[in-house]
């Protein structure tokens, strides 16, 4: 059984820029969240995805967007990157029709300068 | 949105002591309560959950108990030992549909020998 895997795993951005985080779920989940886990916090919800679909969002602006792709796989997009996007990004994947379990990923870590 | 607070921040055990970490949420209508562990530069794993319809869940030496009356749940670990030192993160989703998980700001376990 695979499990969740995230890509970049450490890259370095300036203020203004655009950045696509990457996230492949585990074998056999159809149901794709995001988290920003900044230091020293718990993790926030950004928004899941389901069928290709936004499903659900946290409190998070617009500049915040996503995919997730027929094979389920699923990338965040973050435009016009601030300082406060700095933090690890999570990824995790579920299986909507089961329990909710959340499987994570070991996440992606955005320094925004 | 659902509010969730976590306590204590930091917790120092000895151990074979036990270890007990307390949330509370403001959501009458959340139904489902995991507890996670993340370690340094790790990714979070869950380690037990609990439904709304159940008040009690034990896993050999951890355990979870649920007030819904009271909206408070609780982590539990009996005879801690060196590698259960971590952040501890309860999580609370929500019964309005937004599917995602609204995390405490962690506690960080410190197990002395």
């Known amino acids: 059984e695979t499990g969740v895997t995230q890509s970049p795993t450490h890259l370095i951005k300036t203020r203004g820029q655009q950045v696509t985080l990457r996230c492949s779920s585990q074998?056999?989940?159809?149901?794709v969240s995001w988290y920003q886990q900044a230091l020293g916090q718990g993790p926030q919800f950004i928004f899941q995805?389901?069928?290709?679909?936004?499903?659900g969002r946290g409190n998070f602006p617009p500049r915040f967007s996503g995919l997730q792709f027929p094979n389920y796989s699923s990338e965040l997009n973050v435009n016009a990157l601030e300082l406060d996007d700095s933090a690890l990004y999570l990824c995790?994947?579920?299986?909507?029709?089961?329990?909710?379990?959340?499987?994570f990923g070991e996440g992606s870590r955005l320094t925004v300068l | 949105g659902e509010n969730v607070e976590q306590h204590p921040s930091t917790l120092s055990v000895q151990e074979g002591d036990s270890a007990v970490i307390k949330c509370t949420y403001s959501d009458s209508a959340s139904n489902y309560f995991p507890w996670y562990k993340q370690e340094l530069g790790k990714r979070p794993q869950l380690i037990i959950d609990?439904?709304?319809?159940?008040g009690e869940k034990k896993d050999q030496r951890i355990a979870v108990t649920l007030n819904k009356t009271a909206k408070h749940f609780s982590l539990h670990i009996t005879e801690t030992q060196p590698e259960d030192s971590a952040v501890y993160f309860c999580a609370v989703r929500g019964g309005g549909g937004a599917d995602g998980l609204t995390f405490g700001k962690g506690t960080h376990l410190i197990i002395q020998p």
């Open positions: 074998s056999g989940h159809n149901t």
């Open positions: 995805y389901y069928r290709e679909e936004e499903n």
């Open positions: 995790a994947s579920s299986l909507r029709e089961n329990t909710g379990e959340l499987f």
């Open positions: 609990i439904r709304s319809n159940v």
